[in-house]
């Protein structure tokens, strides 16, 4: 073999010619790719994940799958936020949010209506407590000398001031012009007035009046205590139980009330239950007809519709559909 060898490079006008065609063959096939890069099989795990990467672009899905009702938009077309894009077929969704947003509305006026009923109720309660207790403060109402005396003062009116207490009455002589008598007062209020036999005069400010019985002789040293309320009154123990009724059957009827349909402060009520009931319906309805729906979620540009995003066809859950460009 070797000495073949030898034998063929000893002839040159046999290895020039050769080694041409060789080279000739080497340069054809070399020749179809000369000027172009070349080519590198690159394999995308995930093309998803790399289009969410590039800067100011947003991919949009439906969150389930539909068919299509609308589709306003085309590439290269402005958006702005909060614009729907794209909608599903979703009758059964507009329904139902229509009827939860119903009985929303519905709980809400009954909850207002009842509510009115509570506030109602409690100022008729609290009027009607007053009034016994101002017919306690007021009945039976009398002077109780510090020495015996005949010429007694007559209390008459209605005590409104609410506040319990004494009145301390000291007569004195002055120049009025009827009796010549005048009186201070102190305790609940403090003040003075003019001592009239006929006609009776404010005692204070609190909605009582006083006079005094007509006698031969009036004792100026005589001073004289008016309690409210009473104790000693005969009719005391009476006003003061129907009092305490009062008080208790307006706690029981406003108990009542409260838990069937509360107040502006009550939040365990029947009637905020059925609100918070309804609006929690409503929200439910509302966000599951919201995943029939496309939104822009900023201000951008349409770089990328999907071609099977058109009215009539069918779209699949967390396909990328649309793409925006934000600035």
């Known amino acids: 073999m070797k000495n073949t060898i030898i034998k063929f490079l000893s002839k040159p006008k046999i290895i020039i010619p050769s080694f041409a065609v060789l080279m000739i063959i080497i340069i054809g096939i070399n020749y179809k790719n000369i000027g172009k890069a070349p080519i590198v099989d690159i394999k995308l795990e995930n093309s998803a994940g790399m289009a969410t990467s590039i800067a100011n672009t947003i991919n949009l899905s439906f969150p389930k799958s539909g068919r299509v009702e609308k589709v306003s938009i085309v590439t290269g077309q402005k958006v702005y936020k909060g614009e729907i894009l794209a909608k599903l077929v979703s009758p059964d969704g507009e329904g139902q949010v229509a009827a939860a947003k119903g009985a929303l509305d519905l709980a809400e006026a009954q909850y207002a209506s009842l509510n009115l009923q509570y506030k109602n109720a409690k100022s008729q309660q609290d009027l009607i407590v007053k009034n016994a207790y101002q017919t306690l403060l007021s009945s039976g109402l009398e002077g109780i000398p510090s020495e015996q005396d005949q010429n007694t003062p007559v209390i008459t009116g209605t005590y409104s001031c609410e506040k319990e207490g004494s009145y ?68 005391y123990l009476a006003n003061k139980n129907a009092y305490e009724l009062a008080l208790e059957s307006r706690d029981k009827i406003l108990s009542e009330l409260l838990t069937t349909i509360g107040s502006d402060t009550s939040k365990t009520s029947v009637a905020t239950a059925q609100v918070n009931a309804a609006k929690g319906a409503y929200e439910a309805a509302l966000g599951a007809y919201q995943n029939n729906i496309i939104t822009a979620p900023s201000d951008g540009i349409i770089s990328f519709v999907d071609k099977d995003l058109k009215v009539g066809q069918g779209v699949v859950a967390n396909k990328n559909i649309i793409c925006i460009v934000t600035k």
Do not use: M, R
């Open 168 to 235: 301390e009455i000291a007569p004195y002589q002055s120049s009025d012009s009827d009796t010549g008598l005048s009186f201070n007062y102190k305790g609940v209020e403090t003040g003075t007035g003019a001592i009239k036999y006929d006609n009776s005069v404010p005692l204070g400010d609190c909605g009582l009046q006083i006079k005094w019985k007509h006698v031969t002789y009036f004792n100026p040293n005589t001073k004289w205590t008016i309690d409210i309320p009473n104790t000693k009154s005969s009719v």
